[in-house]
T-cell receptor, first 112, second 115 residues
Framework: LAKTTQPISMDSYEGQEVNITCSHN???????ITWYQQFPSQGPRFIIQ???TKVTNEVASLFIPADRKSSTLSLPRVSLSDTAVYYC?????????????FGTGTRLLVSP | SQTIHQWPATLVQPVGSPLSLECTVE??????LYWYRQAAGRGLQLLFY??????ISSEVPQNLSASRPQDRQFILSSKKLLLSDSGFYLC??????????????FGPGTRLTVT
């Protein structure tokens, strides 16, 4: 399983764009990159997934460079409710199901 | 729509007592099921996963066990709890096979405190 490294914490203000970078130097050819969000005392929630280049949905964008050794989750115009822990994961596809390895994540604090 | 239930929501148990946590999924068939544990301030640790009835794989050797007696029911058990078993236990499900998706759907969790 590819190990991921991301900042322990980040601070931002309402209305700003937040970019959280994750490194995964040992990512395998068939691995996908996935991001989850977790609020206190709740289970994680899927945000976005990508393989290469850029993926965008209604919540966030995911930027993946050509070498795929890192990825950046971009949250546009954050609000107080975006305060949460964000996990970067690299999925193992060979087993036929989703075996996810969660690290300690990045704790994002959004202030007024 | 699919929903996932876990109970109880909170539990306080003495060391050495047994444990049974239950998870059920509605609105889908033959899901992959997972048990995770999250210690305070830590990331999630995958404990068990199941791809079908009676099929359980363990990720971490410990005094916990899991069973899947029905397609959409997943149970986490212990015969004798340890202090180190305290944590936030999360059940999750995903679509069988999943294709290219790594989306797992998590339940509300059970907060277990072993005293």
């Amino acid at each position: 399983l590819a190990k991921t490294t991301q900042p322990i914490s980040m601070d931002s203000y309402e209305g700003q764009e937040v970019n959280i970078t994750c490194s995964h130097n040992n990512i395998a050819t068939n691995d996908y990159i996935t991001w989850y969000q977790q609020f206190p005392s709740q289970g994680p929630r899927f945000i976005i997934q990508g393989y290469k280049t850029k993926v965008t949905n209604e919540v966030a964008s995911l930027f993946i460079p050509a070498d795929r050794k890192s990825s950046t989750l971009s949250l546009p115009r954050v609000s107080l409710s975006d305060t949460a822990v964000y996990y970067c994961l690299v999925g193992e596809r060979n087993t036929g199901f989703q075996k996810l390895v969660f690290g300690t994540g990045t704790r994002l604090l959004v202030s007024p | 729509s699919q929903t996932i239930h876990q109970w109880p929501a909170t539990l306080v148990q003495p060391v050495g007592s047994p444990l049974s946590l239950e998870c059920t999924v509605e609105g889908t068939s033959n899901p992959n099921l997972y048990w995770y544990r999250q210690a305070a301030g830590r990331g999630l640790q995958l404990l068990f996963y199941s791809v079908g009835i009676g099929q359980i794989s363990s990720e971490v050797p410990q005094n916990l066990s899991a069973s899947r007696p029905q397609d959409r029911q997943f149970i986490l058990s212990s015969k004798k709890l340890l202090l180190s078993d305290s944590g936030f236990y999360l059940c999750a499900w995903s679509v069988t096979g999943g294709g290219n998706s790594y989306e797992q759907y998590f339940g509300p969790g059970t907060r277990l405190t072993v005293t």
